[in-house]
């Protein structure tokens, strides 16, 4: 846990938060360098780079930077029995490796989307890119579950204590726990007994 002076914070959020942050810097930095790109080939700020695989660039970090943000977030809220320490390293190589691939494609004009291409790097490019963010889905999907598993016992124990458990479910159970039983009238006789 780290102490953030109002609350702590588990160490895992704080590193999932730390690198949504820095993710989305880069794409910034990419916003940045896709402008330079964009301009006239006549400018004396053109950077003569093929503006397609930069944007690229900046829009995978800043998806990757927003779900991070959102996971750490998560794990903040929720609150953690044990640290996801794999899901979490996961996360940090899975971004790494896809982050890393697009920025050598955008610096070479290659978007890291073909299959096939005539250069002989564009296959790994490929492989790296999708692979590493193959491994941040699957992180942020782990991380999400376990989120949702801590929160789904507190949801149960929420019911629990607002139903009864005596009472059938379904629309009978519902109206038996809205109206009283109804009253029992004595008969004549019965009362002189």
Do not use: N
Request: hydrophobic share 50%; net charge positive; aromatic share 4%.
């Amino acid at each position: 846990m780290i102490y953030t002076g109002a609350m702590q914070l588990p160490k895992s959020a704080v590193d999932v938060i730390r690198l949504g942050v820095v993710t989305l810097m880069a794409a910034a930095a990419a916003s940045v360098w896709e402008l330079f790109a964009l301009q006239a080939p006549g400018s004396p700020v053109h950077i003569g780079m093929l503006p397609g695989p930069i944007a690229a660039l900046r829009e995978l970090c800043t998806v990757l930077g927003l779900l991070q943000l959102g996971a750490g977030s998560l794990l903040a809220w929720t609150g953690l029995e044990r640290e996801p320490r794999v899901a979490v390293a996961l996360l940090h190589i899975g971004t790494l490796l896809a982050v890393v691939a697009q920025l050598y494609g955008a610096a070479l004009g290659m978007s890291g989307i073909q299959l096939l291409d005539l250069r002989p790097d564009a296959l790994p490019l490929f492989i790296v890119r999708q692979g590493g963010l193959g491994l941040a889905v699957l992180a942020l999907l782990a991380l999400g579950r376990g989120a949702l598993q801590r929160l789904a016992p507190h949801a149960g124990a929420r019911a629990a204590t607002t139903r009864p458990s005596a009472s059938p479910p379904g629309r009978a159970g519902m109206a038996a726990e809205r109206d009283p039983p109804p009253s029992r009238q004595l008969d004549p006789e019965e009362r002189g007994h």
